[in-house]
């Protein structure tokens, strides 16, 4: 049985990974099929997902940029509603300080962050004994990935906030060559091995697209074979687009 703590809230799975699927309350992300509300959120949840990941600003190659109040907006709405319905992690993918004030003011478990924390936010997380989500996004393979990482993840752990709470992720399609993402997929042991809960996001990504030759809506098998080799490498987390072939996955998984 695996189990982690998220939050205040420690939770177990009989699968070799916990699933989080993603919701995009944006109109912009790059696979329109994670585009939704509470609506979508709700139907994860019914799949399966044990963390929902919610993001009110698309990071996608050209994204659009919004300001801290449409965020907000978009993302808050959202977690009060799936709050009132779900005892369900939920995890908000923001950069901005002020979303992730309101997001822990409203329930949040998980601070997901696609930049670098300010010593401000980890401060922020810290008090509030929310898990935070630390990020590679820039270029480089795994030996950059992993000394960037293990360095965030120290800062975190310098602010008081606990190991059990800091998750890693190699930011898959932030700012890497495909030989790099490729690179960073094939040594997750090497994240795993820092000791800290090790997430990837590869769902539908640009790297599984050029490995398969398929266009967005035809990545789910080159992701679900990504993600079984993640798995198998170290990592506890998968983000997906696509929970119910995911968790399928994890089931055979567990039984072969």
Do not use: W
């Not at 799975?13 to 912009?28: C, Q, Y």
């Not at 994670?34 to 919610?54: P, W």
């Not at 800062?155 to 960073?184: H, M, S, Y």
Request: proline fraction near 3%; charge should be negative.
């Amino acid at each position: 049985m695996l189990e982690l703590t998220f939050g205040n809230k420690k939770i177990t799975t009989e699968l070799p990974a916990f699933v989080m699927g993603i919701v995009n309350a944006t109109p912009d992300s790059f696979y329109d099929g994670s585009r939704g509300g509470l609506e979508r959120a709700l139907e994860l949840v019914e799949q399966g997902a044990q963390i929902i990941d919610i993001g009110g600003e698309s990071t996608r190659p050209g994204f659009t940029p919004v300001s801290d109040e449409e965020e907000i907006e978009r993302v808050i709405p959202l977690l009060c509603g799936l709050r009132k319905k779900s005892d369900v992690i939920v995890s908000i993918d923001t950069t901005k300080t002020k979303v992730m004030k309101a997001a822990i003011e409203n329930g949040a478990d998980i601070i997901n962050n696609v930049g670098e924390f300010t010593d401000e936010e980890l401060e922020l997380c810290k008090n509030a004994g929310v898990s935070v989500i630390v990020m590679h996004h820039t270029s480089g393979g795994s030996k950059e990935i992993v000394e960037y990482l293990t360095a965030q993840a120290n800062r975190c752990l310098k602010t008081g906030i606990p190991q059990e709470k800091i998750i890693i992720d190699p930011g898959i399609g932030f700012g890497k060559t495909f030989e790099q993402n490729v690179d960073a997929i094939k040594n997750t042991e090497k994240l795993a091995a820092t000791g800290f809960t090790t997430l990837m996001a590869l769902s539908r990504k640009s790297s599984i697209g050029q490995i398969t030759g398929r266009e967005v809506h035809q990545r789910l098998a080159g992701t679900l074979a990504a993600d079984i080799i993640s798995v198998q490498k170290g990592a506890k987390i998968i983000r997906v687009h696509d929970v119910s072939e995911a968790i399928d996955t994890l089931k055979v998984m567990k039984f072969l």
